[in-house]
């Protein structure tokens, strides 16, 4: 964690002159959350450090999900300059290209949050991911950095003990990767944004999610009309990038996108290590509160490798959609048997 993050010590102590031709920059950045939820609250505690870090420079806003443009078009808007950035979930392209949901989100592939964060930063996720942004943002698009908020618990309103149990569920799932999954195990996804899910759940649209770390799913009462979460989880940990409209990037000096670069390394490990704390904090008080009516579901690890191995082949059959998700796809193979996350033979 100290290596990934070290960017942000260094950024935090550099100090941008403020000359009389500096122009303040503000910067409208639409993000995957609801308004009030974890990450949302989480990222927003953090926006005043941008600023200082930046010397004044940079004064930004977070909008919710869909409230400029629609969930999976910032790409448009951040390329247009509507938005000035996105901090949101990659796997939303995954209609554009399915390169973007195996950097998006690799399901059921790593362990824990930094092993994604490190397959980013050391990896060749990120450079990959900015190749994408070029592609389908005409090159106005720059990719600051990519990194995962936490693992998501799975939440249902039946329970879901094996992966048998998935067979004629309606499953609240995002487009690609995680659909094609839940489908080969019998699922029937359903796609929608974030902010949908408590709804369709309330109503039986749905019989579970593809949602949220436990925390944030807490947070927007998720737990109120699905009482059996599986935790911990078994599937995502979707990557949260943060991608600049290039203009408002190249108005900045180096000093001011050092700056901006650890400001995000920073908020994101914050976001990582709360979400983590607050998740066992309410699993534990879950466990301990019986009144509430929670069970929570732990998969052993014959069914969590059984999930593994259906997700691999849906991982190999989305590096066949273009050029650019077989190198995300060779990018992860070969980062996670460097990791010992897969054995060297594996083919």
Known sequence: MKSIFAAAAMAAGVLVAQGAD?????????????????YYKSIEKWLPVLTTMTGGKV???????????PHNQTIDAVAQGILQGDLTSTVYFSGRDKAFALLGDLIAGYDTPWQVI???????????????FDK??????????????????????????KVDDFKGKKIRSPEGLAADVFRRVGGAPVAMPPSETYTALDKGVVDAADDSTYSMSDSVG?????????YPGIHSMPILQFTVNMASWNRLNSA????VDGWYRAAMADLVMSADVEDRKLVARDLADKSRG?????????ERDKFRQVAAGAWKDFAAGSELARKAYDANIRFMKQMNLLPADYQ
């Open 256 to 259: 001011e996108q050092a700056a």
């Open 222 to 230: 998720l737990f109120k009309v699905a009482k059996f979460p599986i």
């Open 22 to 38: 500096a122009q303040v920059q503000n910067w409208k950045i639409q993000t995957s959350a609801q308004a009030g939820d974890f």
């Open 59 to 69: 004064k930004a806003e977070l909008t919710p999900i869909g409230s400029v443009v």
């Open 294 to 302: 929670i069970e929570i579901i732990d998969w052993p690890q014959g």
């Open 118 to 132: 490190q397959f980013c930063y050391y990896g060749g996720g990120r450079e990959i991911l900015q190749e994408l």
């Open 136 to 161: 389908y943002g005409n090159k106005q698009i720059k990719v600051v950095g990519c990194a995962t908020g936490g693992k998501e618990a799975f939440i249902s309103k039946v329970p879901i003990r």
